[in-house]
């Protein structure tokens, strides 16, 4: 099979078109800068590791790893970010189908999964990423905290839902109010996306 580099995923949508919640500056910055960023260098260590088995260096494999482990993960987080939004003026103002139900089931209705939510993204400690993941031993959604971007990668949760809180996803707009953006976060969630996830899961 033929080896293939990342590659920075188009959006589904317009660099206008989450405006007022995310501005086109904004969003430009993120998917083209900092979501780049994270392609290239996950790319990098890439051609870094092909290069050193080529010539028979042992290379700092601590290093190359955990910052593989880093800019590979924030590439399929934000992948999967860019797939969890959509215009205001497109998606349901809450959840649908069978992840209504789980979010029922879980937390006794929308409002109180949005108040969890919200807390465990605003309450993320420095650069990380609030997440809904769907647990399969348990059966059960369940809220996690990343940092940074070092995902608690375990094969037993699949994402549902997330949501970036690094300062690069909101400075311009919201300065540090990150409450603020968290708030603007919820018009524009695209439930669809979210519930296909969880019904790929369980089917
Ligand atoms: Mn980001």
Redesign the pocket.
Known sequence: MEKKPYVLPQLGFGYKELEPFISEAQLQL?HQK??AAYVNGANTILETLDKNRREGVDGDLKALSKAFSFNAAGHLL?SLFWENLAPAAKTAPKPEGLFAKAVDAEFGGFERFKKEFSQTAITTEGSGWAALVYCRQTNRPLLMQIEKHNTNVIPMFRVLLVL?V?E??YYLDYKNDRAKFVEGFWNIVNWTEVNARLEAILK
């Open positions: 993120h900092h979501h934000h970036d690094w690069h996803a």
